[in-house]
Nanobody
């Protein structure tokens, strides 16, 4: 059973930065891919970024390219999301997710385990 725990959310002014972390635990943690999604107030959960666990492949939503960077530390079973040049529209609950077997990086229904989420609020 994979358990995921996000941290690093908070309140930041527009133009600022935050770094989210997602620590995974479980007897044998070896997913195919890890992803970040977000759910803005009153909206659906949407794809943000993903990274393959055993290769350098990364994936980003178009609106996040150039501002967000996903990375991982396999030794620590941790995935990160560095968020720069934040905008008020980035306000959301951010979730990390694990895709155990190969699937589509951007589809939330193809992820198998989810964290509880961490709130990110960007003030104008």
């Amino acid at each position: 059973q994979v358990q995921l725990e996000e941290s690093g959310g908070g309140l930041v002014q527009a133009g600022g930065s935050l770094r989210l972390s997602c620590a995974a635990s479980g007897r044998t943690f070896n997913p195919y891919r890890m992803g970040w999604f977000r759910q803005p107030p009153g909206n659906y959960r949407e794809f943000v970024a993903a990274i393959n666990w055993r290769s350098n492949n990364t994936y980003y939503a178009d609106s996040m390219k150039g501002r967000f960077t996903i990375s991982r530390d396999n030794a620590k079973n941790t995935v990160y999301l560095q968020m720069d040049s934040l905008k008020p529209d980035d306000t959301a609950v951010y979730y990390c997710a694990a895709q155990i077997l190969m699937g589509t990086a951007t589809l939330k229904d193809e992820y198998d385990a989810w964290g509880q989420g961490t709130q990110v609020t960007v003030s104008s």
